[in-house]
C-alpha cells in the first residue's frame, strides 16, 4: 500500500514536507554521526596499536636488561593507562575469542620479532581482558596485562551534534512554513471568494511564483465579478424591456370581448408580468452592497415592519428582543425579512419573526410558519433562482422561483446567512443569521 494512502499519513501539506524533511535530517545526522564515530573508532585503534606496538618493543627491551632485583621497580614506570606489566607466569587461561584480541596479539608479536617466547590468553570472565606471558633471557617470566577498551567519547560531541540537528529542524519548519503559507492564503482566498461580495486581494507582492500565483487569482476574480454582474445587467434590462410589451398586451386584452380566452391570456399575462418583476427584484438584489450601512435598533426596526403587515390585516406575529443596535444596511435587511414574511402568508396564511441574540456570535431572525415544509433533500436546492417546489408547497400558490434566491443573494451581501430547517409538527423556519462582526454596540 503506498505510504500516501496510509491513514497515518498526515493530510496538511505543511505537515508532510516538514516530515519528509525531518526524516532525511534525521538520517543523514544519523549516517554522519555512524561515519565520525567509526572514524574515530578506525583512527584510535590504529594510533593504539602502533603505540603498544612501540611500547612493548622498549619495555621488554628494558625489563630484559635489567637485574632480577631492580625490575618491579620499573613496572610502574612502564606501566600506563590500560596496560600493566606484572612479574610472574600470570592468571589468565582461555584462548583468545575476539577480533580485537587477536589483531593486538599479533602487533605485540611483531613488536618482539620472535626473539622472546610470548603466548597469549583472555581472562576467564572477560574476552576483552587479555594477558601476554613473555619468557626474557634469564628465563623469568613477565606478563603485559592490557585491558582493551576504547577512550570514551568526549560528553560534548552528543551535545553539539543534537543542537545541529535541533538547529537544521527548526531551519526546516520554517522553510515548509514559508514555502506552504502563500498556498494557504490561496486556499483561504478560494473560501472566501463571494461573488455577492468584494473580497479583499490577494498581496502580489514575494517570490515570482507566488506572485504570479496572486496575481492570476486577483485577475479570476475580477473576471468572475464582471461576468457576474455583466449577467445580472443583462437580466435586469431583458426584464425592463419586456414590461412595455407586456403592459400592450394586457391592455389590448382588456378590449377583448369577455370570453375563456380572455381570462386566460389575463392571467398568463399577470404571471409573466410577475416574473419580469421578481427577474429585476433578483438582478437588484446584486447591488445589496451597494447601500452604506448604519446602526439601527433592531427591535424598532423588526416592529415597524411587523406592525406594516398587522395594519393590512396579515396575521404576522414578533417575539424576542435585542439588547444593543446592529450595524447593516435597513433597506437589503427589510427586503429579506420581506419577502421571508411574504412566502410565509403565500404558504400558510400566518408568520412568526422571532429574534435571538447568540452570546458573542451575533444574532438571528427567524421568520416560521405552519406551511406543509419543504423536503429535506431540497432545503437547499430552494435557494437557487428559478427553483420551485410546487409538490411540497402548494400547487395553487404559482411563484416563479426567485424569492428565496433573492433573499439569500441579498443576506449574503449583508454578510450573514440563510438557513431553512422543517419545523416539528410541520412548517418552514428560515433563519437570517448575522454574526458578531454586525454588532453596534
Not at 2 to 26: A, D, E, N, Q
Not at 237 to 246: G, V
Not at 388 to 397: F, G, W, Y
Request: glycine share 8%.
Amino acid at each position: 500500500m503506498s505510504l500516501f494512502r496510509l491513514k497515518i499519513w498526515p493530510r496538511k501539506l505543511v505537515t508532510r514536507l516538514f516530515l519528509i524533511f525531518l526524516v532525511g535530517l534525521v538520517l543523514a545526522h544519523t549516517l554522519s554521526f555512524a561515519l565520525l564515530f567509526y572514524e574515530r573508532y578506525d583512527a584510535t585503534k590504529s594510533m593504539m596499536l602502533g603505540d603498544l606496538e612501540r611500547d612493548v618493543a622498549i619495555a621488554i627491551d628494558i625489563l630484559d636488561r635489567l637485574p632480577a632485583d631492580e625490575r618491579a621497580d620499573w613496572l610502574a614506570r612502564l606501566s600506563s593507562g590500560h596496560r600493566q606489566y606484572i612479574l610472574g607466569p600470570g592468571t589468565a587461561d582461555q584462548p583468545l575469542r575476539l577480533e580485537a584480541a587477536r589483531t593486538a596479539a599479533q602487533y605485540i608479536e611483531y613488536a618482539l620479532h620472535d626473539s622472546r617466547p610470548v603466548v597469549f590468553h583472555a581472562m576467564a570472565n572477560n574476552d576483552r581482558h587479555i594477558q601476554a606471558r613473555v619468557t626474557l633471557s634469564d628465563g623469568s617470566p613477565v606478563v603485559l596485562d592490557i585491558h582493551l577498551t576504547m577512550p570514551p567519547m568526549a560528553v560534548w560531541l552528543p551535545v553539539v551534534l543534537s543542537m545541529q540537528l535541533i538547529l537544521l529542524v527548526a531551519c526546516a519548519w520554517m522553510a515548509v512554513r514559508l514555502a506552504v503559507q502563500p498556498l494557504t492564503r490561496l486556499a483561504r482566498a478560494a473560501d472566501s471568494l463571494d461573488p455577492n461580495q468584494a473580497a479583499p486581494r490577494l498581496d502580489e507582492q514575494g517570490p515570482a511564483e507566488v506572485a504570479h500565483a496572486a496575481t492570476a487569482f486577483n485577475a479570476m476574480q475580477d473576471r468572475i465579478a464582471s461576468y457576474l454582474k455583466e449577467r445580472m445587467q443583462l437580466l435586469g434590462a431583458i426584464s425592463h424591456d419586456l414590461q412595455t410589451p407586456i403592459t400592450r398586451m394586457k391592455l389590448r386584452a382588456e378590449f377583448m370581448d369577455e370570453s375563456t380566452d380572455k381570462t386566460k391570456l389575463t392571467q398568463d399575462l399577470g404571471e409573466v408580468e410577475r416574473l419580469v418583476r421578481e427577474g429585476i427584484e433578483y438582478a437588484r438584489s446584486a447591488h445589496g452592497t451597494e447601500e452604506k450601512p448604519v446602526r439601527i435598533d433592531l427591535n424598532d426596526f423588526l416592529d415597524s415592519l411587523v406592525c406594516d403587515y398587522q395594519d393590512t390585516g396579515q396575521q404576522v406575529n414578533l417575539s424576542g428582543r435585542h439588547g444593543q443596535p446592529i450595524l447593516t444596511r435597513p433597506h437589503a435587511l427589510r427586503r429579506v425579512l420581506g419577502n421571508l414574511i411574504d412566502n410565509a402568508l403565500k404558504f400558510s396564511g400566518a408568520a412568526e419573526v422571532s429574534v435571538r441574540a447568540h452570546a458573542g456570535q451575533g444574532v438571528s431572525v427567524f421568520v416560521q410558519d405552519r406551511g406543509p415544509g419543504i423536503p429535506r433533500a431540497e432545503l437547499d436546492a430552494v435557494l437557487q433562482p428559478f427553483y420551485r417546489v410546487e409538490s411540497s408547497r402548494n400547487r395553487d400558490t404559482g411563484g416563479t422561483g426567485l424569492g428565496l434566491a433573492i433573499a439569500q443573494q441579498l443576506t449574503s451581501a449583508l454578510g450573514g446567512n440563510l438557513v431553512l430547517s422543517n419545523r416539528e409538527g410541520g412548517g418552514l423556519s428560515v433563519e437570517v443569521r448575522m454574526p458578531a462582526g454586525h454588532m453596534a454596540g
